[in-house]
């Protein structure tokens, strides 16, 4: 199905009248510069404005995160304890576990505490970003025409702040080609408690932020590490709409310094918008970009012959330092980010390993390795020593080179382009200082396996335990609440119903289908009959876990919004025999139904996003409802959650009533409704499932 640019324009648009003042439009003086920083070492642009709340009159303590960035404007950032009188930073090279520690008790805030329990208090941080459209950016040699920006930039702006920080960001949108999109702007993994209203997603939390408005999310930093921020209008964030989050906290190993967040992604020249509704040849002139940066003549470019109209941008490159520190090499803290569009990504680097240290915002005890398998919306903290001799053997000998290939070789399970040109995944560099500024002639590692399926589960071992409860609240059996992803290819419910993620079972189709208009958070009072395109699945138990079980025949990352989960059981498929032609194949066997013996509930995984078996099967996940609200859970890959494989967990719907109330009782809801954006949110036209 292929719909015309101006017929999807024309339902995306969203009428905006106004309760208060329009905005003021900001002058071009004011925006950041489009160009994407060739010279820059190894950093994400910084944002438009940084603005801290005064200090308290009590003295806390004011440093310099270890994470920090060491050039440009973002090596000023500091982070700040006003009201923590009495306490002192604790983070050394040889001991970063350790972030405060009270100088006369010895109480530490620390990697072993509970961070979803307990946090430092620190300062608001405040943002402001503009989402603008109709900019023309070359990110590999060619243009793309429909890029839709934070601040004229791609990626957006590097927001930061520390552990315990309050973080407040205004979104202006002034989107306006074919009368502009609508907007809302999620924030990947934030444990958002108490403050569902603040996560971003239209059609559930709030209405779209219409064309020439704004809206202003506020949330508390509980956990710390690394993540992203994205649009979660509809493929909106395709087109460029992401950014880098960082919040500095302890690390389970010592490093000496950090290079700045490593955002991969696809990348194609048309827009997400037409993709989606394209049956074939969805991306035009695909290519791999590495902080915003690709080169198009790598990637295997079929759809239309390649018209180059600027110079291709040199690969990003990141700086390291051989110098040693008391007799042993630098160590480096990478932080990996995947906001591609339908691509998981191996990275490797060659010659160097990599120690792994966070999964998502989860710490966890190290392991080292090779190669990390980083799937759409997944976060991984690596250290990485600058010591490539140490790596030397005989399959893979070392040239006293100094300039080094970073790869991101596609996992197998891509739908984004079948068959790469070889030397496709060289999409960085890492530098050592004084080298010369060359390509590397390096050599892959040897033996990289492209399988798409999570690092190995053992590896993934929390620093703090979690207990899973055995008795889940949600099935007396205690297996867990049934969920199965399929896709039906002759959809009937809207025109890209094509995938499912609620259904109990292959016969229960129930493609999710968002309202602008009308979002959940406006009707948490209700008691009637949920829409059932709102695939809205109640959990009314306060403080207790809920266990389910997620079945696919492919691969999908799947992401929660509210909540980290436990992986209490994993289950995959032998692989899939060919039948010859003249045999008819076998009935399909029942599929597997959990042993709740089995699960690991001491301890397990966790994260918030998790690849399903690659070859099918079950992956079995559960939480704590302690968080009231609606959160989203959906693929992410963008155009299956597009197609509708989402739903909505109802988490203590009275609970979340009492929070926020009505209109006229809370100012949450009157914002998430201000002016007339609602009315004017949807269209019963709208070709996907709005997310």
Known sequence: MHLPGGFWASITYVVSFFSTSPLDEPGLE????????????????DSKTIFEEPLAH??????????????????????????MAGWEPCSTRKDRTCWLKNKRTGEKYDIYRDYEKVAPVGIER????????????????????LAKLFNRQYPGPWIQACWGDTITVKINNWMKVDGGNGTSIHWHGIRQLNTMHMDGVNGLTQCPIAPADSFTYSFKAHQYGTSWYHSHYSVQYADGLVGPLTLHGPTIIPYDEAIDPLLMTDWSHNSAFEAIQLSENQFRNASILLNGKGNATRYNSTTTPLKFTHDIPEPHTIYFDSKKINGRPRRYLLRLINTSFASSFIVTIDHHRMQVVTADFVPIHSYTTKSVMVAIGQRYHVIVEADPESYDDPEHPYTKEKNFWIRTYQAGCTDFEPVPKHGYSKVGILRYNGAPKKEPTTKRWPGIVKEC???YYEHLKPVHPWYVGDKPANDKHGIGENL???????????????????GENESDFRPFDINYGDPTFLNLNYTGEWNPLSVVLPENYT???VYFVIYADNPHPIHLHGHDFAIIAFHENPPK????????????KPRPVPDPKTYNLTNPPRRDVVMTPQNGGYVVIAFKTDNPGTWLMHCH?????????????????SDAADLWPSHEKSHAIAEAQRGKTCPYGNEAAFPDSGI
């Open 637 to 653: 890959i963008a155009f299956h959650a597009s197609f509708g494989l989402a739903l909505q967990f109802l988490e203590r719907q």
């Open 453 to 455: 399926a999570d690092e």
């Open 30 to 45: 004011h925006q950041a510069p489009l160009a994407l920083h060739p010279h820059v070492s190894h950093g994400v642009g």
């Open 58 to 83: 009590e003295k806390g303590p004011v440093f310099t995160p270890p994470s920090a960035s060491t050039h440009g404007e973002a090596a000023k950032f500091v982070c700040k304890y006003p009201k």
């Open 577 to 588: 025999k060919k039948h010859p032609k003249k045999h008819h194949p076998k009935k399909p």
């Open 126 to 145: 405040t943002y402001e970003l503009d989402a603008t459209d109709g900019l023309a950016i070359n990110a590999d040699g060619l243009d793309f025409p």
């Open 484 to 502: 199965t992803i399929f896709f039906d290819q002759q959809p009937s419910i809207f025109p890209l119903a094509l995938s499912t993620l609620a």
């Open 543 to 545: 403080d207790q876990w």
